[in-house]
């Protein structure tokens, strides 16, 4: 492992009572960070909700709620980029294909994709094998 | 949650940290229940809330369309800075009543003027 560099691996099965450990790990990790010069406060609150929304995702998406499947999360810090990478083996969608954000329409639905989007650089959804990848990333400052 | 009333308005007091995928349907279900029993007015109160995602942004804007379709409101307060912050990013905060604290909230005025359904 390169110097600096913080690799974190998370299995939870699939049920929504362990966002709540996912968002507290994600929380960890920002405040596990060696140098940063932004607010780590908000910092950690972002990388808690980005990784509730993706797991949140594909446990009710991906998986259908299936509590026999697992959720696999993989959280890697180098060089000030924070990588997450949040696999599943639903039947995965287009991302681009998802309408864009209206915020005049009163939906009840479609604001976590717009949120990560938001709050990470990138944000990409691809197929690998017969698992679907949902990674995000930001550069810290 | 803990259900209580004040001046004739229900006043809802969410006591988990996280309003998230996880609580959010059983949140939003307990708020129908207490439109659908007759209640008009709701205020939630958000002081002990430090996380809500989408799901709970979600909730919110179902309960909205529940207390609209009752010719009720449903209004909120309490709500910590980040919290505060998603609401605006989503631009709820147009949609959504949003109080600094429980005491504005409650003497803010509860009639609903004639078609008149958001902020």
Redesign the interface.
Same mark, same amino acid.
């Given at each position: 492992m390169a110097k600096n560099s913080i690799e974190v691996e998370i299995k939870v099965p699939n049920q929504t009572c362990y966002l709540g450990l996912i968002g507290r790990i994600a929380e960890e990790v920002a405040y596990a960070i060696d140098r940063y010069s932004g607010d780590r406060e908000t910092l950690a609150y972002h990388l808690n909700l980005v990784l509730t929304e993706a797991a949140a995702n594909a446990m009710k998406y991906a998986h259908e709620g299936d509590p026999e499947k697992s959720v696999h999360i993989s959280i890697n810090i180098t060089d000030d980029v924070f990588c997450a990478r949040v696999y599943d083996q639903g039947q995965g969608f287009d991302m681009n294909s998802l309408p864009s954000m209206d915020f005049e329409k009163l939906e009840d639905r479609g604001r976590g994709i717009f949120i990560m989007k938001s709050l990470m650089d990138c944000v990409s959804y691809k197929r690998l094998g017969d698992t679907n990848v949902l990674e995000i990333s930001k550069k810290l400052k | 949650m803990v259900v209580g009333e004040k001046k004739g308005i229900v006043v809802v007091r969410i006591k988990e940290e %996280?309003l998230?995928?996880?609580i959010s349907d059983d949140f939003k279900n307990e708020l129908r229940r207490i439109y659908e029993g007759g209640k008009k007015n709701i205020l939630v109160d958000m002081t002990d809330v430090r996380?809500i995602?989408?799901?709970g942004?979600?909730a919110f804007?179902?309960t909205? %369309?529940t207390a609209n379709s009752h010719k009720g409101m449903l209004k909120l307060a309490g709500l910590k800075p980040?919290v505060q912050a998603?609401f605006d990013?989503?631009?709820l905060n147009?949609?959504l009543r949003i109080f600094p604290t429980t005491v504005e909230a409650l003497e803010s005025d509860w009639e609903k003027a004639h078609g008149q359904e958001f902020n």
């Open positions: - | %996280r998230d995928a996880h996380f995602d989408s799901s942004l979600g804007v179902t909205l %369309r980040q998603l990013l989503t631009r147009l949609i």
